[in-house]
């Protein structure tokens, strides 16, 4: 049984817990963290999500356990979903949406595609893109919206 913190309006942890799947209360919010990885060759690194998640194309994130900082649930979610150590990534913008907090990571690290091991209850498959394949991705409706959103956050951030 997994755990997730939850925090008031105000980003204070409230000292609560809900399991995973349980729906968020009123007033309450829950962390969720995104990391963008992009190598030397201007790619992103995408993970198309397995069906029962959505079935398409995202960056790596998820919400950090109960007890877990943003980043360590960051580094977490990495390493659990593709099988990936990454060291200080940089937290570029926080945002908040309906019940949820979300931290956005960048990294600049090179992956060798063949050494990632993925989560097979959470992806089906890896690649490197472009900023061009992943807006092809999003026109033809297999690019997940709220990441694409987020995917244009970095891109902003990265021309500053």
């Known amino acids: 049984m997994e755990y997730r913190d939850l925090y008031d309006k105000n980003r204070n942890l409230t000292g609560e817990k809900i399991l ?8 309450k919010y829950i962390l969720m963290v995104v ?3 992009e190598n030397d060759n201007n790619q992103f690194l995408i ?6 998640k959505g079935g398409k194309w995202a960056t790596t994130g998820g919400h ?11 580094i977490t979610e990495v390493q659990e979903e593709l099988g990936i150590i990454i060291q200080n990534p940089i ?8 019940n949820t907090f979300c931290d956005l990571y960048y990294i600049k690290q090179n992956i ?18 472009t900023i061009d394949e992943i807006n092809s991705l999003m ?3 297999e690019f997940n919206k709220g990441h694409y959103m987020m995917f244009k956050d970095c891109l902003n951030y990265l021309k500053n």
């Open 20 to 27: 995973k799947d349980e729906p968020i209360p009123d007033n």
């Open 35 to 37: 990391i963008f990885i």
């Open 47 to 52: 993970q198309k999500r397995c069906s029962s």
């Open 64 to 74: 950090p356990k109960s007890g877990e900082t943003s980043i360590q649930g960051i």
């Open 91 to 98: 937290l570029f913008k926080q945002a908040s949406g309906k």
């Open 112 to 129: 060798d595609i063949k050494n990632i091991k993925f989560q097979k209850e959470e992806v089906d498959d890896v690649k490197w893109a």
């Open 139 to 141: 026109q033809q409706n």
